[in-house]
Nanobody, 122 residues
């Protein structure tokens, strides 16, 4: 089970840090991905990180503004979001990719969290 936290409401240009923590029986050797879904839109890839913390992958739309990282001791993956824009408004989800590759395709992921809302106002 993956649990997201850290969402909230910020103004454009602001920052947030999302957390994705593994709870319960903890598996290993999976990549963790962040996806987001805005109202009326399909779920889209944001970032992914492999089990050992690298390599990392970021969508073009967030590269240079968002950074994915991992604290292996806490088995927690973070999404550091800077220079937020109104178009970043969405529910953000984390999930596990047991292929281990950090896929861009949401169909490769399981153990989805419940999501955390991020709202960016102009």
């Amino acid at each position: 089970q993956l649990v997201e936290s850290g969402g909230g409401s910020v103004q454009a240009g602001g920052s947030l840090r999302l957390s994705c923590a593994a709870s319960g029986e903890v598996a290993s050797n999976y990549a963790t991905g962040w996806f987001r879904q805005a109202p009326g839109r399909e779920r889209e890839f944001v970032a992914a990180i492999r089990w050992r913390g690298s390599p990392k992958y970021h969508a073009n739309s967030v590269r240079g503004r968002f950074t994915i990282s991992k604290d292996s001791a806490k088995n927690t993956v973070y999404l550091h979001m800077n220079s937020l824009k109104p178009e970043d408004t969405a529910v953000y989800y984390c999930a596990a990719d047991f292929t281990g590759t950090g896929s861009y395709d949401s169909r490769d992921y399981t153990n989805w969290g419940q999501g955390t809302q991020v709202t960016v106002s102009a």
